[in-house]
């Protein structure tokens, strides 16, 4: 989101999603919980994975 306004306005006090389409090692996953955390106050964050790849 370009505009940092309108998105804590989108994410703050709300239950926000993050959906990571094939779950690896977790980095990505933890990255983007990171950066939500540091910067916004959402009320809560549920992780949502299509894939999990094996090794």
Do not use: H
């Not at 006090?13 to 916004?40: C, H, P, R």
């Not at 959402?42 to 094996?54: A, D, G, Q």
């Amino acid at each position: 989101m370009k505009d940092c306004e309108d998105a804590a306005e989108k994410i703050n006090d709300k239950n926000v999603i993050v959906l990571d389409d094939i779950f690896s090692n977790g980095t990505t996953v933890s990255q983007a919980i990171e950066a939500i955390k540091q910067n916004y106050e959402p009320k809560s964050m549920t992780v949502v994975t299509l894939l999990s790849k094996k090794y």
